[in-house]
T-cell receptor, first 112, second 114 residues
Framework: RKEVEQDPGPFNVPEGATVAFNCTYS??????FFWYRQDCRKEPKLLMS???SGNEDGRFTAQLNRASQYISLLIRDSKLSDSATYLC?????????????FGSGTRLQVQP | DAGITQSPRHKVTETGTPVTLRCHQT?????MYWYRQDPGHGLRLIHY???????DKGEVSDGYSVSRSKTEDFLLTLESATSSQTSVYFC?????????????FGSGTRLTVV
């Protein structure tokens, strides 16, 4: 089982749609969670951290369910510029590895 | 944005030759990381460093070595390049041991081994 699993997509949605991505992780001791965005042939960039209480940043909402070891990202009112790959990222606390583990990414294509 | 640069940006090399990739940061961050990114695998950790001369292996470290003699530089060496090491290599930095703030990435190095 992969440590961080995501549906690779692609998700093809029209402008203005709401889209949700999910991610599961294997390490129940993980403490830090993030969503990164990666544009084609570019480096990943931090989109937002994910907190236990859930958090929102404009059109983006992230939620964490520790009991189910599940993270989600909701994008409302999709824009063409949201087209990218979204990476779910988890800190592998307790494994002895002081590093982040990345999912393979979910590709989003927003169409006019 | 954090000051982190990778060099070279692109490289083509022959099988069996040694290759060194450089990551340079101006942020004085303690933690530095090398990842490779391949289709279907996402980003996989090669090696990381938690201080000068302190390094550790990641999940795909075979065939790679690293060195960190200064805070600002983290070098990744492919001892004898193979075609399976054709990939995009990303360096990342962090100033948090608990990684509460995530990483900042460099722009990547596209390496092709022929």
């Amino acid at each position: 089982r992969k440590e961080v699993e995501q549906d690779p997509g692609p998700f093809n949605v029209p402008e203005g749609a709401t889209v949700a991505f999910n991610c599961t992780y294997s390490n129940s001791a993980s403490q830090s969670f993030f969503w990164y965005r990666q544009d084609c042939r570019k480096e990943p960039k931090l989109l937002m951290s994910v907190y236990s209480s859930g958090n929102e940043d404009g059109r983006f909402t992230a939620q964490l369910n520790r009991a189910s070891q599940y993270i989600s990202l909701l994008i409302r009112d999709s824009k063409l510029s949201d087209s990218a790959t979204y990476l779910c990222v988890v800190n592998m606390e307790g494994t002895g590895r002081r590093a982040l583990t990345f999912g393979s990414g979910t590709r989003l294509q927003v169409q006019p | 944005d954090a000051g982190i640069t990778q060099s070279p940006r692109h490289k083509v090399t022959e099988t069996g030759t040694p290759v060194t990739l450089r990551c340079h940061q101006t942020e004085n961050h303690r933690y530095m990381y090398w990842y490779r990114q391949d289709p279907g695998h996402g980003l996989r950790l090669i090696h990381y460093s938690y201080g000068v001369k302190d390094t550790d292996k990641g999940e795909v470290s075979d065939g790679y070595s690293v060195s960190r003699s200064k805070t600002e530089d983290f070098l990744l060496t492919l001892e004898s390049a193979t075609s399976s090491q054709t990939s995009v290599y990303f360096c990342a930095i962090s100033d948090s041991r608990d990684l509460n703030y995530g990483y900042t990435f460099g722009s990547g190095t596209r390496l092709t081994v022929v």
